[in-house]
């Protein structure tokens, strides 16, 4: 099996469809001992396996890319659940609010819809910089936990803040505001 690590981390990307054709089930089986939303714990485990692609040269033993995998999986699936407490809070508070504060927040929790929609349309390592970004993490940090450089990270920010730009229209700025309110934290 040592083999199978080393011609992944050459570039090998029929070896790569078949580990992830083996290995994807068992992510998928693994989320979902956190997660009970089986399409979740796919996208979970697929948004795994991208990212050891991504930083396959990383790795040269299979324990280290299946202890990658397992806590990839584990963190997303605890991220997941993380705001889906949040928003179960915001729905219990908005009850106790009453309608005027129901409606504001229901605008807000629109727009952010909206807003992640656009960044989950974007292609894969742009959506992984930009939620790193409103995550709060600076260009270095972010080219750090993915594995690229630092001018990559500027290249493809700057890229998908266009698309983003074009895509959002006037919730751009709005956009850019929850950004910016990270950082400065």
């Not at 469809?17 to 939303?37: G, S, W």
């Not at 806590?71 to 009850?95: G, H, P, Y």
Request: net charge neutral.
């Amino acid at each position: 099996m040592q083999h199978v690590v080393l011609e992944i981390k050459k570039g090998n990307i029929e070896t790569y469809r078949i580990f992830f054709e083996d290995f994807y089930p068992v992510l998928c089986a693994f989320a979902f001992q956190y997660i009970k939303d089986v399409e979740q714990c796919k996208d979970i485990s697929q948004e795994a396996l991208l990212l050891y692609w991504e930083r396959r040269r990383d790795f040269d033993q299979l324990f280290q890319v299946k202890s990658f995998l397992y806590v990839t999986a584990r963190n997303r699936c605890l991220n997941l659940l993380k705001r889906e407490e949040v928003n179960r809070n915001f729905l219990q508070e908005s009850f106790r609010e009453g309608e005027p504060f129901y409606e504001e927040n229901l605008i807000e929790q629109e727009t952010y819809r909206l807003v992640r929609q656009a960044v989950k349309a974007l292609p894969p390592q742009m959506r992984a910089i930009i939620e790193h970004a409103m995550d709060g993490l600076t260009n270095p940090q972010i080219a750090q936990e993915m594995g690229i450089s630092e001018g990559t990270v500027h290249a493809l920010k700057k890229t998908a803040y266009r698309k983003l730009r074009e895509r959002l229209g006037p919730l751009y700025l709005i956009f850019l505001l929850s950004i910016e309110g990270r950082h400065e934290k």
